[in-house]
C-alpha cells in the first residue's frame, strides 16, 4: 500500500512492516549491561534484604533501564506509509513522500527540507565513517553525479546479489526505494503531501521506568 494524500497520520501499528532493520551499534554492551542489571537486582532480592541491598537493587534497576534506552530501543523499522525511527524516548514516523535524502555516517540520517531526524542504532563505527569520508574526498569524479543517478547506481548494484553490498548501503538503498516508489506513486494519483507531517510521539513506557526507577533510588536515600 503506497502512501497518498489520503493516508491518514496514524501509528504505524495499523500498517503492514515491510522491513525491520537489525541494529548495528550498541548491541553487546546492550545486553551486557541489562544481564547485570539483571543479575544484581536477583542477588539482592535473593541474598541480601537491607535497606543497602535496596539501594543496591533500585540503582541496577534504573540502570538496566538507561542502558536498555540508550542501546538497544533505538532501531528503524519501515511501514508501508512511513519509516519509524525509534529513538530512545521518542520515536519519528516519517512520511516517504517527505523524505528528501538520506545518509550513513555515525548515525542515519534521515532529512526532510533542511530538518535532520536520526537515529543512533544504526551507523558506521567512528574508524568506518572517517575512512568512507576519505575515500569520498578522493573520489572527486562523483561530486557532481545527480542523486538520481547515484540512487539508480545502488539500486543496481544491488538487484544482483543483495550481499555483495555492505548492510550500511542496503539500508540506504532500501529506504530510498521506498521513498522513490512512494513519490512515483503519488505523483501517479495527482495527490499532494498537504496533511502529512512528521510526528514525534514519546516512549511513555520507558519515561515512566525511568522516572519510577530514578525517584525510587532518590527516596531509597532518604529513608
Sequence with gaps: MAPSAQTPADEPGAE??????????????????????????????????????????????????LVWVSQLRPRVTAYTARLKLQGSVRDTLLPYVLIDEVTM????????????????????????DMRQRGKAARQGSLAGKSRSREFSDKAEMAAPDQTAMSYHTFVVTRI????????????????????????????????????????????????
Excluded at 525491520?20 to 544481564?35: D, E, L, S
Excluded at 547485570?36 to 537491607?50: C, F, Q, R
Excluded at 542515519?108 to 536520526?118: A, C, Q, S
Design 16 to 65: 503492514r512492516v515491510l522491513e525491520r532493520f537489525k541494529p548495528t551499534t550498541g548491541m553487546f554492551v546492550g545486553w551486557a549491561g541489562v544481564v547485570l542489571a539483571v543479575l544484581a537486582v536477583g542477588y539482592v532480592v535473593i541474598g541480601v534484604h537491607t535497606l543497602v541491598g535496596l539501594r543496591i537493587a533500585l540503582a541496577a534497576a534504573f540502570a538496566g533501564v
Design 105 to 128: 555516517g555515525q548515525t542515519l540520517n534521515v532529512w526532510v527540507g533542511e530538518r535532520r531526524y536520526v537515529c543512533i542504532g544504526i551507523g558506521r563505527s567512528l574508524v568506518s
Design 176 to 223: 530510498e526505494e521506498l521513498v522513490d516508489q512512494a513519490k512515483r506513486e503519488l505523483a501517479r494519483r495527482g495527490g499532494s503531501t498537504e496533511g502529512l507531517h512528521v510526528r514525534q510521539p514519546c516512549a511513555v513506557p520507558e519515561i515512566v521506568a525511568l522516572a519510577v526507577t530514578a525517584l525510587a533510588f532518590v527516596v531509597s536515600l532518604w529513608v
